[in-house]
């Protein structure tokens, strides 16, 4: 059985990394893996993280913001991986809606209701399998984030706008009965051993249930 599995978090809490280690563990079982990440994903999704992530000489608002995400998420989820999933392809996506909901709605304060409307209208009912969330405060993230280079727009929000994702993160994912959180401030060998004991539980449910 297919299955969308989607790896959250905030920036430097290691994505990445644990999507390397996990796809490479979907691959032991045989199973074809496709990649994704958010925004982005499709040429014309690659083209609206470019608009997303630059900086202009102007006020990006925070609708605009949130119509480019989901503008990106609709193409990707229609021509990548909801085709993928059809074929039999496993789907690992780095981000999916659970982002919009803690940096727009949490982050920006874009309100919840904005959220699921246009969420309905951009995917209706489709949702990951399984989501990975990657918990890790967002000062050691930020440092991380800066060891790799310069940040980007949305990386250069401030403390308390990542301070504000995480509590949004945290309280969706606590509501979520296919969700696992992972503490991403261990070592990184840790952290993708969490990460991946976790999946590993959901593909040997997943594969049962495909047996029976």
Not at 35 to 55: F, H, L, S, W, Y
Not at 68 to 84: G, H, T
Not at 177 to 188: G, H, K, L, S, Y
Request: aromatic content about 6%; some cysteine; overall charge negative.
């Amino acid at each position: 059985m297919a299955s969308f599995i989607v790896v959250e978090g905030l920036e430097g809490a290691g994505k990445s990394s644990v999507i390397a280690r996990l796809t490479d563990l979907l691959k032991q079982y045989g199973l074809t893996v496709v990649n994704t990440r958010e925004p982005g994903g499709t040429p014309m999704a690659e083209a609206i993280r470019d608009c997303v992530k630059q900086d202009w000489n102007e006020k990006v608002t925070q609708e605009t913001e949130l119509l480019l995400m989901y503008a990106a998420r609709s193409q990707l989820v229609e021509n990548i991986i909801k085709p993928a999933l059809e074929q039999g392809s496993w789907v690992i996506g780095d981000r999916h809606d659970l982002s919009s909901v803690a940096y727009q709605g949490g982050g920006r304060g874009v309100s919840l209701e904005t959220l699921i409307n246009l969420r309905q209208m951009t995917l209706g009912d489709f949702a990951p399998n399984f989501t990975l969330y990657l918990d890790i405060d967002p000062q050691i993230g930020l440092q991380r984030a800066r060891g790799r280079g310069e940040l980007d727009r949305i990386e250069q929000s401030g403390l308390a706008f990542f301070q504000r994702a995480r509590q949004s993160y945290q309280q969706q994912i606590s509501l979520m009965d296919n969700a696992v959180t992972i503490d991403a401030a261990q070592e990184m060998q840790k952290v993708q051993d969490d990460a991946s004991a976790a999946l590993r539980i959901f593909i040997e449910q997943q594969l049962r249930l495909g047996g029976s």
